[in-house]
């Protein structure tokens, strides 16, 4: 629903650009609809980057590798990066920027099991 919800705007947009006036009232009408949108893939995004992070802190020791399949993107659909360097755990999701992807580095050590 929500990939059908996303190709509808992609329409709109368009169809807003072929039409420069019809595209400036609309958006002076509706500045809040697509900010819900937004803030609601901006959520998505800080739960898939946090939910890295508990599968990285879920066993005795912080994971090297962990299953990505699942942690996807709320802007274009693809799996999260993950790495462990020995001190950090290190997230990288894509975001609404695609030149400038979502970082997270969080430091391993208050959370290793000793």
């Not at 990939?3 to 509808?8: G, L, N, S, V």
């Not at 890295?52 to 005795?60: M, S, T």
């Not at 942690?71 to 993950?82: A, E, H, M, Q, V």
């Amino acid at each position: 629903m929500e990939a059908a919800r996303d190709k509808a705007m992609q329409r709109r947009t368009f169809a807003l650009l072929a039409f420069p006036v019809a595209g400036k009232l609309y958006s002076e009408f509706t500045p809040a609809s697509d900010q819900v949108v937004e803030r609601l893939k901006s959520w998505k995004s800080f739960k898939v980057r946090w939910t890295a992070v508990e599968r990285a802190l879920a066993g005795a020791r912080v994971a090297s590798k962990i299953d990505t399949s699942d942690l996807l993107s709320p802007y274009d659909g693809k799996p999260l990066r993950y790495s462990y360097d020995g001190k950090h755990i290190h997230i990288e999701l894509d975001s609404d920027d695609p030149a400038s992807p979502t970082r997270l580095s969080v430091p391993a050590e208050p959370f290793k099991r000793r």
